[in-house]
């Protein structure tokens, strides 16, 4: 399936209604861990090394960097648990009574890790518009300013289709990002290999982009939960982003 991408403003219209809604389990495993850039132990992602803390080198590690975090519901049948230090930061999105869900981390050089984990949910999934929130760290080439920023999401299942549609503006210190992909549904999980994400300066021209993955899980009709991996080997941009979502 081909991604597509919309104007900025456009997009921001159809994301100013997003919102979510309430706690999951450690000890998951790794489905796919990819890190953004470079290899999981040395890359430099997204503007510096995997980690500043050397046991976090993926995302498995990453995942058990949040075991001592602080838990929280920030949407029904999901909990986060944060870990926050001087350097980084790191939370896990797990489904209750599962190992399943994501996990995100960033460190102050930029270095950044999103990535499903456990097993597809055995819920049956449902079509509708999930809504929610994307967190992402990016730069739009190898000697960029390293950006941050969390922003809303919308992702739309038709199931009719077999697809889903991820849309989300994301507004960082001095450049923007925009992700507007259609993706594959197969069962419980989505997933394209064509996720594109173009990077834009304050002002919202074009300044570059970059391609590459997007995988989800679809817990029944109640939450959806995905990565997007994207880099560009010529100009060394770089985006790692992840996302939950909730009807």
Same mark, same amino acid.
């Given at each position: 399936?081909?991604?597509?991408?919309?104007?900025?403003?456009?997009?921001?219209?159809?994301?100013?209604?997003?919102?979510?809604?309430?706690?999951?389990?450690?000890?998951?495993?790794?489905?796919?861990?990819?890190?953004?850039?470079?290899?999981?132990?040395?890359?430099?992602?997204?503007?510096?090394?995997?980690?500043?803390?050397?046991?976090?080198?993926?995302?498995?590690?990453?995942?058990?960097?949040?075991?001592?975090?602080?838990?929280?519901?920030?949407?029904?049948?999901?909990?986060?648990?944060?870990?926050?230090?001087?350097?980084?930061?790191?939370?896990?999105?797990?489904?209750?009574?599962?190992?399943?869900?994501?996990?995100?981390?960033? %460190?102050?050089?930029? /270095?950044?890790?999103? *990535?499903?984990?456990? &097993?597809?949910?055995? $819920?049956?999934? @449902?079509?509708?518009? +999930?809504?929610?929130?994307?967190?992402?760290?990016?730069?739009?080439?190898?000697?960029?300013?390293?950006?941050?920023?969390?922003?809303?999401?919308?992702?739309?299942?038709?199931?009719?289709?077999?697809?889903?549609?991820?849309?989300?503006?994301?507004?960082?210190?001095?450049?923007?990002?925009?992700?507007?992909?259609?993706?594959?549904?197969?069962?419980?999980?989505?997933?394209?290999? %064509?996720?594109?994400? /173009?990077?834009?300066? *304050?002002?919202?021209? &074009?300044?570059?982009? $970059?391609?590459? @993955?997007?995988?989800? +899980?679809?817990?029944?009709?109640?939450?959806?939960?995905?990565?997007?991996?994207?880099?560009?080997?010529?100009?060394?941009?770089?985006?790692?982003?992840?996302?939950?979502?909730?009807?």
């Amino acid at each position: 399936m081909k991604s597509s991408l919309i104007t900025g403003a456009l997009l921001i219209s159809m994301l100013t209604a997003c919102g979510g809604g309430g706690g999951g389990s450690d000890g998951a495993t790794v489905v796919t861990p990819p890190v953004s850039g470079g290899s999981e132990s040395t890359g430099d992602n997204t503007g510096g090394s995997t980690s500043d803390n050397a046991s976090v080198v993926d995302a498995a590690s990453a995942l058990a960097f949040t075991n001592t975090g602080t838990a929280s519901t920030p949407y029904v049948g999901v909990t986060r648990t944060t870990k926050t230090t001087a350097t980084e930061t790191a939370y896990a999105d797990i489904l209750d009574g599962t190992n399943t869900g994501r996990v995100f981390y960033k %460190n102050e050089n930029g /270095g950044a890790i999103s *990535s499903l984990v456990g &097993s597809a949910p055995t $819920a049956t999934p @449902q079509s509708g518009v +999930y809504t929610g929130k994307m967190d992402a760290t990016w730069k739009s080439s190898q000697t960029g300013t390293v950006q941050t920023a969390s922003n809303n999401v919308s992702v739309e299942v038709d199931l009719s289709s077999g697809e889903a549609s991820i849309s989300s503006y994301l507004v960082g210190q001095t450049e923007n990002a925009l992700i507007a992909n259609g993706a594959q549904v197969t069962g419980s999980t989505i997933h394209s290999d %064509n996720a594109f994400v /173009g990077l834009l300066d *304050s002002s919202g021209s &074009s300044i570059g982009y $970059a391609e590459g @993955q997007i995988d989800g +899980y679809i817990n029944g009709g109640s939450t959806v939960l995905g990565t997007v991996n994207a880099t560009n080997a010529d100009s060394g941009a770089q985006f790692t982003g992840g996302f939950t979502a909730a009807k």
